[in-house]
């Protein structure tokens, strides 16, 4: 029952608030070619009007997307550095996730290189004489099909904070930076112009005076680029570089031309000599991976991809080379590979970087596997040149580290660059992600742990072998999802068994993968999966066909003739000139994307790779070539996403990077594909667009996914916005909306899976720019109950869960003169929770509620407002609870007062939907927990009044026994001190550290404390409990009032002495 207001009501609490700062954008003076959110589904489109004037960027402020991993499936690591200054300290690049850093010897990492323009690294070193001394050079070096650009060498001075371009910019990918140990101002660069088009730029690069000038010393034709560098630690002058031609077009890779070779300087890079014959194999050579001895500097090692051999040594410094290994095990993949190392104290002992890690023990003749417990496919190594145990490599899974020379590896899985193709969501509550990774198999998991310790490493299923490209939940069982790898192989997962069966429709041996041209069907990298919107039991699998099953995969039949172009002279295997790399990775004219109409059926969308947008109406029985005019004729069509209000309005992207061009190409139809147009103002011209999704909400919004970030237009795609927020530059390849929770999910291509939890407030951010505010609907929100599962290491990695709370977001375009505050009401219309005011954040006061030109964001969390918190406790966990009881499921109101009108919106809060409680054991549990809240408020009330009068007591005592010795005054306030102290402790054990309850009992506050972690509804032994801890409260509480009174007493002696009263503690009735 509650109690009127008085010194012992309740407080404001404070509970997990995020405040969010952010803009909307100016009504768009775009006509609007589709229907508005409020539209019915079924209103025309208008037509769109040429050169739209473009609409100011929205400003989201704080506004976030939420990591949630996985991390346990690492993702590719392309560079590695350490330093002999600081065992503790290590850098490393990823391939598609940035430049992280470690201080802890790799327990933990942050990344570092979240605010620059490119996510791609390929290069990282530390400046031998200054460790805060940092060297990037971006854009990957390791060629494969999912390869992304950088843009020059960034340089940092103060470890790692903060970056600035140092030149190179239209290098777009750096193998090796090496840096002269004696003058770390001469710094030689290995840089590729552009593996998919004729480049300038490419050879090798030298700058001597840190960065600020470059000279291009080496360079051999358009298509060549330096593969590796080996500078000599002791004399900085001997330089070795590898020259290397490739080239990658749609449907092949070409490694190995007439200008590679093997490069010497002898000053230090300014100029170079070509060597040739002394041994080095004759003929057509490719990628190259070079390597000094650092305790032998006159022996040099270089991978050579070749016909002759793999592995050739020098021991006079290059002069004369012998062929020292054939073995295809230092180097399996030459042109993904191709690194080798050095023992620093052991010139025999040899490490090579390929598909294993495999070392030799006799200067390279012979290699064993090592480190096969870790990973496979590893791209970069490290060894302390102080102490040979001390490695570092960097592999497909991420990094491992050695500090026994290689015998054993720590390989930690601790931070989240997975390489995803696609995402999907299924339904559950709370609903579940899908990630098909890249090398790291296929993982689902949840969007939300239910654990405390967020979402761990050990929430995630793995459910996909191999390369994961797809995973589609089964839309009529949560239990089972379906997956695939490269060429087509697909499998049904299912959860309950563990069991991943095997559905492909179509297998032939492995040599039909060296004659695809001859094959009747033809699957790619990552085929496509999908299930028809309005049969859950109709399921397609794209090949250069789509096949379509509606039993599970036990029979399928294909339901479209060829959609491809069918080129035979793109169907051949894949390499050359000097060996083959088939992997399915380089297949070609085959299908990328099905999708199918949630609003017409039968209307299914195909995009190929070859450039082509294929459409049927009727299931499959008759297909059109529906591709745009004017498109790049071979673009990779990764999207074509149909409209989910208008039948025949689909939007479709075209990647042409693989052809060398960059720019962006993104069309919409609302005719089923008899007209379509460009719609990529606002998107920058030199990143491509990997994908575009339509809001599900709002019929005016899209969102779209660049090689960079990710991007929201208001207006159908007549401009596009970034909304990029938080999220560092990457790869975006998916983005999906998940309908319960309106949460919008982009798959990431070196950073994972990245949630914007509750997108309401950006769907409708238009309307609320033009009104002025605006308090934007409220999502039905849960009462989860949290649980955790493990104690996880300290090291492992975890990612942050939804808010457990209600979502509130609110637009308002100017300051209001106080800053808003934000109520929460029960259906009876009684106030329940209030925030506002501020917090400590790192001993600065922020306000819980932003007082802004912007998108706000707060959070309640079902919670009533707090009691009192006691403001002597000794510490600021001691001081209670912010939050009071928790409320019972119902529908609320909330409330926020905006330019001087007060908006409101109502919210379904529902319980977990895992618990079979009633809504009158939450009742229970919501009025046990409110009483015994408010005798704690009491208890806080009572101790701040027993502190008030100590502290004054303890002032004026030593003056007082001056002027009036042993006096009556005097007697009575020393007994008001004592009588204090005794009912302190009453209240309170006062404990200062956790275990402090173990050396003495707890008093009514400890007490009332264990009360509140009651979180079902009280059963008969609680309520027994709760019954001696109420008579307790009681016996307390009139103590303390006859206490009250003796200090009135006090007040008339001190009066009687001439001495100032003292505060009366206020009563409190029980």
Excluded at 297 to 309: C, D, E, H, T
Aim: glycine share 10%.
């Amino acid at each position: 029952m509650s109690k009127p207001s008085s010194a012992a009501g309740f407080s404001l609490a404070i509970v997990f608030i995020v405040a969010f700062f952010g803009a909307a954008p100016q009504e768009s003076t775009h006509p609007k070619p589709f229907a508005t959110a409020t539209a019915k589904a079924s209103a025309a489109p208008s037509k769109r009007k040429a050169s739209p004037t473009p609409t100011p960027d929205p400003v989201y402020g704080r506004l976030r997307w939420r990591e949630v991993g996985p991390a346990g499936a690492g993702g590719r690591v392309a560079a590695v550095a350490g330093t002999a200054a600081d065992p503790a300290l290590y850098y490393l690049g990823a391939a598609g996730g940035g430049v992280w850093k470690s201080e802890d010897g790799g327990t933990s990492w942050d990344p570092v290189f979240t605010k620059e323009r490119v996510g791609a690294i390929g290069a990282v070193e530390i400046d031998p004489k200054n460790k805060n001394v940092v060297w990037v050079g971006t854009g990957e070096a390791n060629p494969r099909n999912d390869v992304s650009y950088g843009d020059g060498i960034y340089k940092s001075t103060n470890g790692g904070k903060t970056w600035r371009n140092v030149g190179l910019k239209n290098v777009r990918h750096i193998a090796r930076i090496a840096i002269d140990p004696k003058n770390p101002n001469i710094v030689v660069v290995a840089a590729f112009g552009d593996f998919f088009a004729d480049s300038p730029n490419g050879g090798i690069w030298r700058t001597s005076d840190g960065g600020r000038t470059w000279q291009h010393t080496l360079y051999v034709g358009p298509q060549s680029g330096g593969s590796d560098l080996a500078m000599d630690p002791q004399n900085p002058n001997i330089v070795f570089a590898g020259m290397w031609q490739c080239r990658r077009v749609p449907w092949t890779l070409t490694s190995g031309g007439p200008n590679d070779g093997l490069y010497r300087s002898q000053d230090g890079g300014k100029s170079w000599t070509k060597l040739t014959g002394r041994g080095l194999p004759g003929g057509l050579m490719g990628r190259i991976g070079l390597a000094i001895a650092p305790s032998k500097p006159r022996r040099v090692f270089a991978l050579i991809q070749s016909k002759a051999g793999v592995l050739w040594r020098s021991d006079d410094s290059g002069d004369t080379w012998k062929l020292t290994s054939s073995d295809t095990l230092a180097d399996q993949r030459p042109f993904y590979f191709s690194h080798i190392a050095v023992d620093p104290s052991d010139a025999n002992h040899v490490f090579a970087v390929s598909e294993m890690l495999a070392e030799s023990k006799n200067g390279g003749k012979k290699f064993k596997v090592i480190a096969d417990e870790v990973h496979v496919d590893y791209h970069a190594i490290w060894i302390a040149p102080n102490n040979a145990k001390r490695i570092i490599v960097g592999e497909d899974g991420g990094y491992a580290l050695s500090l026994n020379g290689g015998d054993t590896w720590s390989f930690a899985q601790n931070i989240a660059i997975g390489q995803v193709y696609h995402v999907a969501a299924d339904d559950r509550n709370p609903y579940w992600v899908c990630a098909p990774l890249q090398d790291n198999n296929g993982f689902c998991g949840p969007s939300n742990s239910l654990s405390p310790d967020g979402i761990l490493n050990s929430a995630w299923h793995n459910v996909v072998p191999g390369d994961g490209m797809w995973i589609v939940p089964d839309p009529s069982d949560n239990n089972r999802v379906w997956g695939d790898l490269q060429d087509g192989s697909i499998s049904i997962f299912d959860f309950r068994t563990g069991v991943n069966t095997n559905i492909r429709p179509f297998y032939a041996n492995s040599a039909a993968d060296f004659a695809l041209y001859a094959q009747p069907f033809r699957f790619n990298w990552d085929s496509p999966i999908a299930f028809a919107p309005w049969d859950p039991h109709t399921a397609w699998l794209g090949a250069n066909v789509v096949f379509q099953t509606t039993d599970d995969g036990v029979h399928w039949k294909p339901i479209s003739p060829d959609l491809t172009r069918n080129i035979k002279s793109h169907q051949q295997a894949s390499g050359g000139p000097i060996s083959l790399d088939v992997s399915a990775a380089e297949f070609s004219d085959n299908i990328l994307d099905i999708e199918g109409s949630t609003v017409s059926n039968g209307e299914i969308w195909v995009g190929t790779d070859d450039g082509l947008v294929q459409l049927t109406r009727d299931g499959g029985d008759h297909w059109t070539n529906v591709t745009p005019r004017g498109v790049p004729q071979f673009a990779r069509v990764e999207t074509v996403a149909p409209s989910p209000f208008h039948a025949g309005t689909a939007f479709a992207i075209f990647d042409d990077h693989r052809s060398g061009n960059y720019k962006p190409y993104l069309y919409a139809t609302t005719d089923f594909g008899k007209s379509w147009r460009k719609i990529t103002s606002g998107l920058p011209g030199d990143q491509y667009v990997r994908t575009v999704r339509p809001d599900i909400r709002n019929a005016n919004m899209l969102y779209a996914g660049t090689e960079q970030g990710v991007w929201v237009s208001y207006d159908g795609g007549a401009y596009w916005h970034s909304l990029k927020l938080n999220l560092p530059a990457v790869s975006v390849r998916d983005i999906r909306i998940q309908p319960t929770f309106d949460d919008v999910i982009i798959a990431t291509h070196g950073r994972a899976v990245w949630i914007l939890d509750d997108a309401h407030g950006v769907q409708d951010l238009t309307q609320a720019r033009a009104a002025g505010a605006e308090l934007f609907p409220l999502r039905t929100a849960y009462e989860y109950h949290e649980h955790r599962d493990i104690e996880d290491a300290y090291e492992n990695y975890r990612a942050s869960n939804p808010p457990n709370g209600v979502i509130i977001n609110f637009y308002q375009a100017a300051p209001q003169k106080r800053a808003p505050s934000v109520q929460v009401l029960d259906a009876n219309g009684r106030l329940t929770r209030t925030i506002s005011g501020t917090r400590k954040v790192k001993k600065k006061s922020m306000p819980l509620v932003s007082n802004d030109r912007s998108l706000n964001r707060v959070v309640w969390d079902f919670r009533e407002n707090g009691p009192v918190l006691w403001t002597g406790a000794p510490n600021e966990d001691a001081r209670g609870p912010r939050a009071g009881a928790v409320m019972p499921p119902g529908t609320y109101s909330v409330r926020v007062a905006l330019n001087g009108r007060v908006y409101s919106r109502t919210v379904d809060v529902r319980p977990d939907p895992r618990l079979s409680s009633s809504q009158a054991d939450y009742e229970a549990r919501y009025q046990f927990l409110h009483r015994h809240y408010v005798e704690y408020s009491d208890v806080d009330v009572a101790l701040n009044a027993l502190d008030a009068l100590k502290k004054q007591l303890d002032k004026m005592l030593p003056s007082l026994r001056k002027s009036n010795g042993r006096s009556t005054a005097v007697q009575q306030a020393e007994a008001v001190l004592r009588a204090r102290a005794r009912l302190f402790y009453r209240f309170t054990a006062n404990f200062h550290n956790d275990e402090d309850s173990i050396g003495r009992p707890g008093a009514l506050r400890e007490d009332l404390e264990d009360l509140q972690r009651v979180n079902a509804p009280p059963l008969p032994a609680s309520i027994a409990y709760a019954a001696t801890i109420d008579r307790r409260y009681r016996e307390v509480m009139q103590s303390y009032n006859e206490f009250s009174t003796s200090v009135k007493a006090l007040n008339a002696a001190l009066s009687a002495a001439g001495a100032k009263s003292v505060p009366v503690p206020p009563a409190i009735a029980p």
